[in-house]
């Protein structure tokens, strides 16, 4: 099956820092990836979607200047969450699809606490 | 409306019981239907992908599309202690836009 990795898997920051977060689809290409955060016990909060070599598009709310995110090639996305604050601790899941008609394969997840 | 309701359970069950999960969805456009089991901090992994309506089976799992009634529904059959998860239903059009429910906790007791 398709296999989508995430990179750091806990990360733990001062307030004020940048936090860059990795996510990769490993066996096939993905044309879009969706970044999300989770709280405890709460569903999925899908913060924005990318497809490759293009802007993201964020959902409401989301402030694109604070969680910048990449997506330069088929099989690399990155999300920066810039001057983290408290507030941001969550748990942070990629995930990634090959295209039009496919499911989404999901990383397993980045661990967000900030000082 | 929400695109997609799911009853968010808890859900407890005996070892060796059939669940049902179950899920409503509003859009009669949506083709595309997948279930996936979330265990505490870790990503969501994909059990069950079907299209259009109908049953598929993988082993203990069963998805059942209902598009006339708009509704999907996830069987486990002899459910195990490691079936406790969080299960999400989710769908899609086209591939572009995914409409998660809110998830189902299922307690296996054994």
């Known amino acids: 099956g398709a296999v989508v990795s995430q990179h750091p898997s806990r990360v733990i920051c001062k307030s004020g820092t940048s936090v860059k977060i990795e996510c990769r689809s490993l066996?096939?290409?993905?044309?879009?990836m969706f970044w999300y955060r989770q709280f405890p016990k709460q569903s999925l909060m899908l913060m924005a979607t990318s497809n490759e070599g293009s802007k993201a598009t964020y959902e409401q709310g989301v402030e694109k200047d604070k969680f910048l995110i990449n997506h330069a090639s088929l099989t690399l996305s990155t999300l920066t969450v810039t001057s983290a604050h408290p507030e941001d601790s969550s748990f942070y899941i990629c995930?990634?699809?090959?295209?039009?008609?496919?499911?989404?394969?999901f990383g397993p997840g980045t661990r967000l606490t900030v000082l | 409306q929400k695109e997609v309701e799911q009853d968010p359970g808890p859900l407890s069950v005996p070892e060796g019981a059939i669940v049902s999960l179950n899920c409503t969805y509003s859009n009669s456009a949506f083709q595309y239907f997948m279930w996936y089991r979330q265990y505490s901090r870790k990503g969501p992994e994909l059990l069950m992908y079907?299209?259009?309506?109908g049953n598929k089976e993988d082993g203990r799992f069963t998805a059942q599309v209902d598009k006339s009634s708009k509704y999907i529904s996830l069987f486990i059959r002899d459910s195990q202690p490691s079936d406790s998860a969080t299960y999400l239903c989710a769908m899609t059009l086209t591939g572009n836009q995914f409409y998660f429910g809110t998830g189902t906790s299922l307690t296996v007791i054994p």
């Open positions: 995930s990634a699809s090959g295209g039009a008609g496919d499911t989404q394969y």
């Open positions: 066996d096939f290409q993905a044309t879009t």
């Open positions: 079907t299209y259009s309506s």
